[in-house]
């Protein structure tokens, strides 16, 4: 099955300059690695450099045209990784950033795992949510966290078709 996962501000953003723009959701990545533990993450060539190395315990795919990476694949056509991965493991792919990869995946997956931040952050890349609310129900509250010294208040939805 695939899979979309995803944390966004109120403002849909997803990024600032290749990194998170809000603080450790602590929470939020714990059940991020829960999530897609053992299964297969693909992810563009930016989100990869962000995260600096490979998620252990999961099949670390790579959309790039010209980025050589350590990950387990590296494709320049996210759905020729898509069929390749389909056809290989039987295991879900979560589609994990960023921009361009939601954007160019988001209409093949059947799921979407959405982490709803409730603050508005400066951001320069975004998550089309309409796309999602649109064509998807919110099926389930997955979590809801409140809001700390530190970290903003965020709930994370399932939906689904």
């Given amino acids: 099955m695939i899979k979309c996962i995803v944390a966004i501000d109120q403002g849909q953003g997803i990024g600032l300059n290749g990194s998170m723009p809000w603080p450790n959701l602590t929470e939020d990545l714990q059940w991020f690695k ?30 790039s045209s010209r980025l050589h990476t350590k990950s387990d694949f590296t494709f320049t056509n996210p759905i020729d990784a898509i069929e390749t991965l389909k056809e290989r493991y039987n295991k879900d792919i979560y589609i994990i ?49 409140k809001q700390t010294d530190i970290t903003p208040s965020y709930t994370i939805k399932e939906y689904k078709k």
């Fill in 34 to 63: 829960e999530t897609t533990l053992n299964q297969v993450v693909l992810m563009g060539s930016n989100t990869y450099r962000s995260l600096g190395r490979n998620l252990p315990n999961r099949i670390n795919v790579v959309i």
């Fill in 97 to 145: 950033g960023g921009q361009k990869i939601y954007d160019s995946l988001q209409h093949l997956a059947e799921v979407f795992y959405i982490t709803e931040i409730d603050y508005r952050y400066k951001c320069d890349t975004f998550f089309n949510l309409d796309f999602v609310k649109n064509n998807f129900k919110n099926i389930k509250e997955i979590k809801k966290v």
